[in-house]
C-alpha cells in the first residue's frame, strides 16, 4: 500500500539558518513525489516534484528536496529560512501504477515556523 | 485567470441538510479529485475522477457523491451533512492521470461547519 510519513509535526527554526523537513514514503514501484506549502487560510501550491533523473530538485522559493531511494526518503531542504516561509508543508506520493492512477497519497504535514 | 475555483468559501449547515460545493476549473484538466482536511489528519482523498463520466471513491468516500458531466465541472454532494463532515474541502486538478509526473492545482478550499 502506497503511504507518506512525515515524521515531525511541528519543525522550528532561525531566520538564516538551514531548514529540513522530512519525508518517507512506501510505494510498490518508482514513485512521483512532490512537496506543497500551504499558508494560512490558502490552498495548497505546489513547490516542488521528483519523477526521475538527479537525486536533488530544486523548485519555487530557494527550496530543493533530495530524493534518497535506499532510504525511501525525499526531505525538503533550503540552506537559509526566511520568516515568510513559516507555513504547513506537506509530502505527497502519486500511484504510478494499478487501478488508482493518479491518486495523491498525502502526509499528516509539517508546521515549519521560522521565527526572527 | 486561470486555476480551479470552489465556491462556496465558507458554509455552516445543519445536521441532516443537503448541499453542493461546486468545482470549475478552467484548464481542460482530465483529472478532478475532492479531499477533505483535518488537523494532524493530512489530507484525504474522496472522490475522484478521470475524465467526464468516470469517477471514483477514494479513502472516505461515505456520506458524499459526485459526478462528472463536463469536463470542467466536478461537484461534490453531501446528502445528509453530520458533524464529522466538518472540515475544510479542497478540489483539485491535473492535466491528465497518464501524465502522473504533472502536479495538481487546488482551489483555496470551502470551509465547512455542521451543527
Known amino acids: 500500500a502506497q503511504s507518506v510519513a512525515q515524521p515531525e509535526d511541528q519543525v522550528n527554526v532561525a531566520e538564516g539558518n538551514p531548514l529540513t523537513v522530512k519525508c518517507t514514503y512506501s510505494v510498490s514501484g518508482n514513485p512521483y513525489l512532490f512537496w506543497y506549502v500551504q499558508y494560512p487560510n490558502r490552498g495548497l501550491q505546489f513547490l516542488l516534484k521528483y519523477i526521475t533523473g538527479d537525486n536533488l530538485v530544486k523548485g519555487s522559493y530557494g527550496f530543493e528536496a533530495e530524493f534518497n531511494k535506499s532510504q525511501t526518503s525525499f526531505h525538503l531542504k533550503k540552506p537559509s529560512a526566511l520568516v515568510s516561509d513559516s507555513a504547513l508543508y506537506f509530502c505527497?506520493?502519486?500511484?504510478?501504477?494499478?487501478?488508482?492512477?493518479?491518486?495523491?497519497?498525502f502526509g499528516r504535514g509539517t508546521q515549519l515556523t521560522v521565527w526572527p | 485567470n486561470a486555476g480551479v475555483t470552489q465556491t462556496p468559501k465558507f458554509q455552516v449547515l445543519k445536521t441532516g441538510q443537503s448541499m453542493t460545493l461546486q468545482c470549475a476549473q478552467d484548464?481542460?484538466?482530465?483529472?478532478m479529485s475532492w479531499y477533505r482536511q483535518d488537523p494532524g489528519m493530512g489530507l484525504r482523498l474522496i472522490h475522484y475522477?478521470?475524465?467526464?463520466?468516470?469517477?471514483d471513491q477514494g479513502e472516505v468516500p461515505n456520506g458524499y457523491n459526485v459526478s462528472r458531466s463536463t469536463t470542467e465541472d466536478f461537484p461534490l454532494r453531501l446528502l445528509s451533512a453530520a458533524p464529522s463532515q466538518t472540515s475544510v474541502y479542497f478540489c483539485?486538478?491535473?492535466?491528465?492521470?497518464?501524465?502522473?509526473?504533472?502536479?495538481?492545482?487546488f482551489g483555496s478550499g470551502t470551509r465547512l461547519t455542521v451543527v
Open positions: 484548464m481542460n484538466h482530465e483529472y
Open positions: 475522477s478521470v475524465g467526464a463520466g468516470i469517477t
Open positions: 483539485a486538478s491535473s492535466p491528465s492521470f497518464t501524465g502522473q509526473g504533472t502536479a495538481c492545482t
Open positions: 505527497a506520493v502519486r500511484d504510478p501504477r494499478g487501478s488508482t492512477l493518479g491518486r495523491l497519497y
